[in-house]
DNA sequence: GCCCAGGAGTGTG
DNA sequence: CACACTCATGGG
């Protein structure tokens, strides 16, 4: 093929979706924004670009894809009902007051390698740092799919590589455990894994080396899709703490949110994460603890 | 230079 | 059960 493919276009309607909400809050680690606010990422073995307007959605990607809308929809989550998980989690009223500014907010569904793979990288690492070694290992081991673009590399072909080569990608200490996780886990392995309810595929998921409770309810919620997970981590331990003045162990944690926010925890989860990270570094707290607005910086 | 980061594993009280 | 310590390294 000679001269430039214009490339597939393909319209979604995802309701109320924000694409900086969504991409740019910390769940996913290899979307970029550009300064046209449209975000580029893979999805799979397929650049794709997104842009929003009005309450459409568009994506663009490889003309050879027939299956663009599916992949985005999928990905984006877009049969999830929105509003059902709004008023579901209102009935807690820090929900009640806050969930609103976030209902752009969709939880993606990776692949489950890759979100296996990505968060067993993301211990003791801030969120730029993880997007650099999962670009590095993607780099080295990915199949180009566009110009300075990998795939996300596959289990086989990384489970080839040797500890200390992928050391050089930057991964420190964590390479032994992404060895390990590869020669514990193949394609086959994943697909029993969809298959379990969710506490069975959390204890399957904390066999793994490097693998604790925190990553194993990232890789449920973003990786399998299990709405129940609720991952803790520094900031939503603080969340806890300033919005329901609760703190403990994990599993005391674990159980509050479990109580509070039912089936859709993970969503809560991510509305308080993105608040916690983003919303406060501006001062513009959207969940505040109790009084309407009377806590937020003037 | 310093502190922090979407923690986990291991050992100890 | 709760802590304390270590792990390796780039970002802000």
């Known amino acids: ?17 924000d694409l900086d909400q969504t991409l740019g809050c910390g769940q996913t680690f290899r979307w970029r924004r550009g300064a046209d606010a449209t975000w580029r990422g893979p999805i799979g073995d397929c650049l794709v670009t997104l842009r929003t307007s ?3 959605l568009y994506a663009d990607g490889d003309p050879k894809r027939k299956d663009l809308r599916a992949r985005v929809s999928t990905y984006l989550r877009g049969a999830d009902d929105i509003a059902e998980v709004q008023s579901e989690l209102s ?4 929900m009640a007051r806050g969930a609103g500014a976030v209902a752009g907010l969709r939880i993606v569904k ?24 999962i670009e590095n290992l993607a780099s080295k081991y990915g199949d180009p799919i566009a110009k ?33 996780i590869c020669q514990a886990v193949d394609e086959g392995r994943l697909a ?12 399957a998921l904390l066999e793994l080396p490097g693998v604790g409770e925190k990553v194993a309810d990232c890789v449920s919620l973003f990786g399998f899709g299990r709405l ?12 806890l703490l300033r919005l329901y003045g609760v703190k403990g162990s994990y599993s005391r944690l674990r159980e509050f949110a479990a109580g509070r926010f039912g089936g859709y ?11 916690e990270r983003t919303l406060s570094r501006s001062g513009g707290c959207a969940f505040t603890r109790r009084g309407a607005s009377s806590d937020r910086t003037p």
């Not at 692949?111 to 993301?122: G, P, Q, R, T």
């Not at 072909?157 to 060895?179: I, K």
């Not at 029993?192 to 204890?203: F, H």
């Open 1 to 17: 093929m000679t001269g430039k493919q214009l490339g597939m276009s393909a319209r979604l309607k995802i309701s109320r979706i």
């Open 54 to 56: 009005g309450q459409w």
């Open 91 to 94: 009935r807690d009223p820090v």
């Open 110 to 133: 990776m692949d489950e390698w890759e979100c296996l793979a990505s968060y067993a990288l993301a211990t003791y690492a801030n969120v730029p740092r993880i997007s650099l070694m």
């Open 148 to 180: 300075g673009v990998h795939a996300f590399p596959s289990i086989g072909r990384m489970r080839e590589a040797s500890v200390a080569e992928l050391r050089r990608c930057g991964l420190g200490y964590r390479a032994e455990y992404l060895a390990g």
């Open 192 to 203: 029993d894994m969809r298959e379990m309810p969710d506490e069975e595929l959390r204890d």
């Open 228 to 239: 129940g997970a609720f991952p803790i981590d520094v900031w939503m331990q603080r969340a």
């Open 265 to 275: 925890a993970g969503y809560a989860q991510e509305y308080l994460y993105y608040n």
